[in-house]
T-cell receptor
Framework: AQTVTQSQPEMSVQEAETVTLSCTYD???????LFWYKQPPSRQMILVIR??????QNATENRFSVNFQKAAKSFSLKISDSQLGDAAMYFCAYPQGAQKLVFGQGTRLTINP | NAGVMQNPRHLVRRRGQEARLRCSPM?????VYWYRQLPEEGLKFMVYLQKENIIDESGMPKERFSAEFPKEGPSILRIQQVVRGDSAAYFCASSSTGGFYEQYFGPGTRLTVT
């Protein structure tokens, strides 16, 4: 079965500093997407960033970037210049069978002022 | 440009009652997915529907749960004879096509069974 693993249940970072959230996944497919979603206390799931596996270039969205290591099946999220509004649960997700998203267990990120 | 709409946002049911959760996808989206999130866990896939068709229901419990996405109107997730273990947040997502395209999530319905 394809799985997504987030090994850090909780992380904390000082405001304005950089933090990296880890994610590994298991798949036999060669072409796929990977996603990071943010879930703030409102519980709304918000898409943060998307990576296409066939692209070697790491995706970047403003302060958010990924380190995608296809051979290692690793997909980490880097948040630069952390802000108080970044505090949330972060979920890594992989579309199994190109349809249903398989989510990791989540990492709770705390921003210390 | 409204996003994915879910209602109600909060639903309280007594054991044995029925729960009906509604989801209106984003405009132009014809693919709907339902996920369940238990406390302190990630989201778990339940069912994938297109208009009038269930494409994948591999994550649905075999009994008491059903889903539909009629030609007109919202998608409905129905839970009959609810039990305490059904208490969770239920999220609906939609996409313009199936496949790799990102899914946009609604705000969720928090079901509490007393």
């Amino acid at each position: 079965a394809q799985t997504v693993t987030q090994s850090q249940p909780e992380m904390s970072v000082q405001e304005a500093e950089t933090v990296t959230l880890s994610c590994t996944y298991d798949t036999s497919e060669s072409d796929y997407y990977l996603f990071w979603y943010k879930q703030p206390p409102s519980r709304q799931m918000i898409l943060v960033i998307r990576q296409e596996a066939y692209k070697q270039q790491n995706a970047t969205e403003n302060r958010f970037s990924v380190n995608f290591q296809k051979a290692a099946k690793s997909f980490s999220l880097k948040i630069s210049d952390s802000q108080l509004g970044d505090a949330a649960m972060y979920f890594c997700a992989y579309p199994q069978g190109a349809q249903k998203l398989v989510f990791g267990q989540g990492t709770r990120l705390t921003i210390n002022p | 440009n409204a996003g994915v709409m879910q209602n109600p946002r909060h639903l309280v049911r007594r054991r044995g009652q029925e729960a009906r959760l509604r989801c209106s996808p984003m405009k132009g989206h014809s693919h709907v997915y339902w996920y369940r999130q238990l406390p302190e866990e990630g989201l778990k896939f339940m069912v994938y529907l297109q208009k009038e068709n269930i494409i994948d229901e591999s994550g649905m419990p075999k009994e008491r749960f059903s889903a539909e996405f009629p030609k007109e109107g919202p998608s409905i997730l129905r839970i009959q004879q609810v039990v305490r273990g059904d208490s969770a947040a239920y999220f609906c997502a939609s996409s313009s096509t199936g496949g790799f395209y990102e899914q946009y999530f609604g705000p969720g319905t928090r079901l509490t069974v007393t």
